[in-house]
């Protein structure tokens, strides 16, 4: 299907006509890219930190300098054997397009892992390399020094993307890994590294902790949610390229509903456009809203799925607004939170299952739409 025909994209990373705004993360990012600075960054589940990587990466790779991006996903590599087969097929494959070139770096740069090479079926152009799984610190040096190695042969600079980078924290000895990889990436001068995913507290955990191998790898990023003047011109703009109209309010209404929050703002706005036959007003809106939180409830029965009766009291003081104060024993009774000290253990638990975030004393859902379930459902 041509993307740019669609009306709204969500549930996957977005391009072209339908990606809107970040402008200071791209001059940001893009900047770090050119000159080899370290890039992490973080934020909730579907704001957008693979559709920006996505468009940095391709900015980059299509100015033809000598800089080269190349893109890793960890989230379906479970060990760290497995991370390093990912790696090494995508660096040599993502760095040259010739089928002499791969074997030949593959030779000479995976020397000790005497790697094996299975084409694929539907490509010439298409390969992968296989290796013996017992890996000894040697061969693990070599795979994690092969970008570096491919620079320095090639001549340019490399930016190694990993997505979903927080797999590698449930690895086992993980933190091991972990210093095994920082101790050979930090003597690359000609690899830079960006490393990003969606479970906040355990990448915070990775990068900002002083007892962590990762910690002050590069530039922390916190991507910001996307601004309501932006998000408004983006959807009219949307509406009116396929012959339909919707105001400036009601285009607000929908980023105010939930929160501008990324994904959700394109989902509203597609339900929207779809009851639309003209001019949206607040007949479709209603619809469309009643419609949102009814798509998304089957997954939000899985995510209370399993909670305690304790948790769920909690997540409906939080859907009533409260947000802090839990200390107080008339919010306790009230919600039947029993004890502070039990009100610490829910916390704890929630942001673990990446649905409340907690800074300081405030607690907070991280998903508006299902804060607004919440309040009809509890
Ligand atoms: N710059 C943008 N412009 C318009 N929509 C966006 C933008 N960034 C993200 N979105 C919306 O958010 C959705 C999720 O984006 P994306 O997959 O990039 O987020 P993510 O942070 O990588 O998510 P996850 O945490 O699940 O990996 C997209 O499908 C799209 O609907
Ligand atoms: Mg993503």
Redesign the pocket.
């Given at each position: 299907m041509q993307n740019m025909d669609k009306s709204f994209?969500?549930?996957?990373?977005?391009y072209g006509d339908?990606?809107?705004?970040?402008e200071f993360e791209t001059v940001r990012l893009s900047g770090n890219f050119r000159s080899g600075v370290n890039t992490i960054i973080v934020?909730p589940?579907?704001?957008?930190?693979?559709?920006?990587v996505r468009k940095v990466s391709k900015i980059i790779n299509d100015e033809a300098g000598e800089v080269k991006v190349v893109s890793i996903d960890a989230f379906l590599c479970r060990t760290e054997i497995e991370f390093y087969r990912v790696f090494a097929n995508e660096v040599i494959r993502q760095t040259s397009t010739k089928l002499e070139e791969w074997l030949d770096y593959a030779k000479r740069f995976l020397a000790r892992l005497s790697p094996k090479f299975k084409m694929g079926t539907d490509s010439p152009v298409d390969f992968s390399i296989s290796f013996d799984v017992d890996t000894d610190w040697q061969s693990e040096y070599e795979i994690l020094n092969l970008p570096q190695k491919i620079a320095e042969e090639k001549n340019i600079t490399i930016v190694v993307c990993i997505d979903e980078f927080q797999q590698v924290a449930e690895f086992s000895d993980s933190k091991n890994f972990q210093k095994k990889m920082r101790s050979v990436w930090q003597l690359q001068d000609k690899v830079s590294y960006c490393l990003y995913g969606?479970k906040m507290h355990v990448l915070s955990g990775m990068f900002s902790k002083q007892s962590m191998p990762f910690y002050k790898f590069g530039d922390l990023m916190f991507l910001q949610k996307?601004s309501t003047q932006d998000w408004i011109t983006?959807i009219c703009s949307r509406f009116e390229k396929t012959g339909k109209h919707i105001t400036d309010q009601l285009a607000e209404k929908i980023c105010d509903s939930v929160d501008n929050h990324?994904?959700y703002v394109?989902q509203f706005a597609w339900l929207v456009w779809t009851k639309t036959i003209e001019i949206a007003g607040n007949e479709e809106f209603d619809e469309a809203y009643d419609d949102l939180l009814n798509q998304n409830g089957i997954l939000f029965y899985q995510y209370i799925d399993g909670l305690s009766s304790y948790q769920l009291n909690f997540l409906k003081a939080l859907a009533d607004g409260n947000e802090s104060g839990f200390t107080n024993s008339d919010l306790m009774k009230k919600y039947n939170l029993s004890s502070s000290a039990n009100v610490a253990r829910i916390k704890k638990a929630l942001e673990k299952k990446e649905i409340v975030d907690i800074s300081g004393q405030k607690v907070s859902l991280i998903d508006p739409v299902f804060k607004i379930w919440l309040q009809r459902e509890l």
């Amino acid at each position: 299907m041509q993307n740019m025909d669609k009306s709204f994209i969500f549930g996957k990373a977005t391009y072209g006509d339908n990606f809107t705004d970040r402008e200071f993360e791209t001059v940001r990012l893009s900047g770090n890219f050119r000159s080899g600075v370290n890039t992490i960054i973080v934020s909730p589940r579907r704001w957008g930190k693979t559709s920006l990587v996505r468009k940095v990466s391709k900015i980059i790779n299509d100015e033809a300098g000598e800089v080269k991006v190349v893109s890793i996903d960890a989230f379906l590599c479970r060990t760290e054997i497995e991370f390093y087969r990912v790696f090494a097929n995508e660096v040599i494959r993502q760095t040259s397009t010739k089928l002499e070139e791969w074997l030949d770096y593959a030779k000479r740069f995976l020397a000790r892992l005497s790697p094996k090479f299975k084409m694929g079926t539907d490509s010439p152009v298409d390969f992968s390399i296989s290796f013996d799984v017992d890996t000894d610190w040697q061969s693990e040096y070599e795979i994690l020094n092969l970008p570096q190695k491919i620079a320095e042969e090639k001549n340019i600079t490399i930016v190694v993307c990993i997505d979903e980078f927080q797999q590698v924290a449930e690895f086992s000895d993980s933190k091991n890994f972990q210093k095994k990889m920082r101790s050979v990436w930090q003597l690359q001068d000609k690899v830079s590294y960006c490393l990003y995913g969606s479970k906040m507290h355990v990448l915070s955990g990775m990068f900002s902790k002083q007892s962590m191998p990762f910690y002050k790898f590069g530039d922390l990023m916190f991507l910001q949610k996307i601004s309501t003047q932006d998000w408004i011109t983006y959807i009219c703009s949307r509406f009116e390229k396929t012959g339909k109209h919707i105001t400036d309010q009601l285009a607000e209404k929908i980023c105010d509903s939930v929160d501008n929050h990324s994904s959700y703002v394109q989902q509203f706005a597609w339900l929207v456009w779809t009851k639309t036959i003209e001019i949206a007003g607040n007949e479709e809106f209603d619809e469309a809203y009643d419609d949102l939180l009814n798509q998304n409830g089957i997954l939000f029965y899985q995510y209370i799925d399993g909670l305690s009766s304790y948790q769920l009291n909690f997540l409906k003081a939080l859907a009533d607004g409260n947000e802090s104060g839990f200390t107080n024993s008339d919010l306790m009774k009230k919600y039947n939170l029993s004890s502070s000290a039990n009100v610490a253990r829910i916390k704890k638990a929630l942001e673990k299952k990446e649905i409340v975030d907690i800074s300081g004393q405030k607690v907070s859902l991280i998903d508006p739409v299902f804060k607004i379930w919440l309040q009809r459902e509890l």
